[in-house]
């Protein structure tokens, strides 16, 4: 994207969520540091930012942030701090990546690719990026420049029995059949990869509700969770490992059982390979904390052969932030939710 357009986008993301704000602070009476009519709140870390923070500067301005990551997919339709994008982007965003495209070369999912290491029946090691085409052919290309030279020649000459024909741009060994095991390092640091996966489901949130979804004190520790992502705040599973029928890709409530109420927010990770729907749970208004974690893992992840019923409503009919009347949405039909059970 050009810088102008850049700008523009901005902009206009910016001019969305302050007239968002506004309506808020017109409704109720919630209390700012400073005072301001146009401002927006940085879902992170909850400061106030203005217009004039969307130029870039030395200091702290407002970034626009993808979500989820470009790599999987996503749009850039939320502004986000430089700080807090900093904290908590990149290194659980790659963590991700790397833990989804691994997961997949392991299940041999087309259009996936991995560097490995080799070893042949006499020990000799050499590096090779494997790959699976759209089809499914895997292709061995060994990386002699990463391979210590004596291993390489050894691992070449060795006999010729074995079950991957080697193809590719080895052009001159493409006809050798070779012995060897597979050692698929596990590069990916899944409980960053998590983390990743509950900054994304809490971002899909503020785009959808607007500041609304941040008022909402449960929501404290996850945020403190996405910008430490190496502490250790929420341990209990944060996902829920069920394939929902497409139609509630995006907000959600689930309402029954009680013990489950709360925001499920549900989105597709996209890779050259294939979509993957992951659904994250997060509390409602009620000043319960994060008790619902408890009950995921209680409810959900237990080893009994119990189905459990989960009933869903999806919010997407009932969101639009550029409705003063629906500004309100998601604590409204939460209330409502509430106290019709
Ligand atoms: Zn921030």
Redesign the pocket.
Known sequence: MSRIKKKKKKKKIFELYSQNLKWIKEKTNAKFKTEFEYGVL?P??L?VFLESDLLISDK?HLTLEHNPPKSLGGKDNIL??K??NNKSGHKTDVELLTYILEQEFKNFSPNSKHRTELISNEGAKVTADLSFDDKGKMTVNLQDKYSNPKDFKKFIDSEEKGFFPIEGEIGKFATKKLNFNMNLPDKGNMRLASIALLKIGYLMGFEKFGHIFLFNQNLDQIREQILNPEKEIIIDPFWINFEFPEMFVGVNIINKPTELNCFLNTFVLKTKSRNGQISIAFPGYNKEGLVIYKNIKKILCSDNDETVNLEITTLEPFLDLRDENRVFSSAYIWDKKASTQ
Do not use: D, R, Y
């Open positions: 940085c992170l870390c400061e702290n986000t701090c700080e807090c």
